[in-house]
């Protein structure tokens, strides 16, 4: 992402980030200047048992309807999320101080333990759908595609790492199910090279696959990765991601 998109999106940006913080990690939040009471560490161990159990669920849920060869991916998807995940949770408890896990450490893998399995949930029922919706890869990106004409219209915006590094790019992919193709040459006189996004349906997933694009994302916001849907687009916000798409303006660009 340039340095001109960068500060345009940031406070944007930041205060969401900010806002995600304080809700997956309860126990640090401070209202009116004062250092809330910490969450039990036994509860947050508990929440966080919890969410594993759904997520375990949701995956022995996934070995019953896929095939051997759709879990084995599947299950290279999913170490690569648990390393994710694990390094969230570290920044959240070194935040909090300690080296010990405690409240903050297990308060934020419960949230995105809960967030996995209802993304894998999701993706149980994925197979056969409209490929317009909302899709997310589990790591910090979120995709908005309307499928219409031979045409993807696309919003996609990435908060990613520790440091909530942003990326944002919205267009309009040409369509031939199950691929799409993405440039963006000629579309700004003052961007000398060109950029791609290629879209490769799985069925399971999106595939997203970027070539030169980091003129939209900071330095680990990366847009490339496995998108599953998670829901459905209202005609409302079909309309927006249509506009954004065909303007090249994401939603989340401040006006």
């Known amino acids: 992402m340039t340095?001109?998109?960068q500060r345009k999106t940031q406070l944007r940006y930041g205060?969401?980030?900010?806002a995600t913080l304080l809700f997956v990690t309860l126990g640090l939040q401070i209202s009116?200047?004062?250092?809330?009471?910490?969450?039990?560490?036994a509860a947050a161990k508990e929440r966080f048992d919890k969410a594993d159990a759904e997520l375990n669920a949701a995956w022995a849920s996934a070995k019953g309807r896929f095939s051997a060869d759709r879990m084995k991916e599947l299950a290279a998807v999913q170490r690569e999320w648990v390393g994710y995940r694990d390094i969230?949770?570290?920044?959240a408890q070194a935040k909090a101080g300690g080296k010990v896990k405690s409240a903050a450490w297990f308060e934020k893998a419960a949230a995105l333990s809960s967030d996995r399995a209802a993304w894998l949930q999701r993706a149980i029922k994925n197979e056969g759908e409209s490929v317009t919706g909302v899709w997310i890869d589990g790591q910090g990106g979120t995709l908005e595609v309307v499928e219409k004409n031979g045409h993807l219209y696309f919003d996609l915006?990435?908060?990613?790492?520790?440091?909530?590094?942003?990326?944002?790019?919205?267009?309009?992919?040409?369509?031939?199910a199950p691929l799409g193709w993405f440039s963006d040459r000629g579309r700004d006189p003052e961007k000398k090279d060109e950029s791609n996004l290629a879209f490769i349906y799985k069925d399971l997933y999106l595939e997203l696959i970027s070539a030169n694009a980091e003129?939209?994302?900071g330095r680990?916001?990366?847009l490339d990765g496995r998108y599953f849907k998670v829901a459905s687009l209202d005609p409302e916000t079909q309309e927006l991601v249509l506009k954004a798409g065909q303007s090249g303006k994401s939603q989340a660009m401040p006006d």
């Open 3 to 5: 340095p001109n998109l």
């Open 15 to 18: 205060a969401m980030a900010i």
């Open 32 to 41: 009116t200047g004062l250092q809330a009471a910490p969450p039990d560490d």
């Open 88 to 91: 969230q949770a570290d920044a």
């Open 157 to 176: 915006n990435t908060v990613r790492g520790p440091g909530y590094d942003l990326g944002m790019i919205a267009g309009t992919a040409s369509w031939n």
């Open 215 to 217: 003129h939209y994302h």
């Open 220 to 222: 680990r916001a990366y």
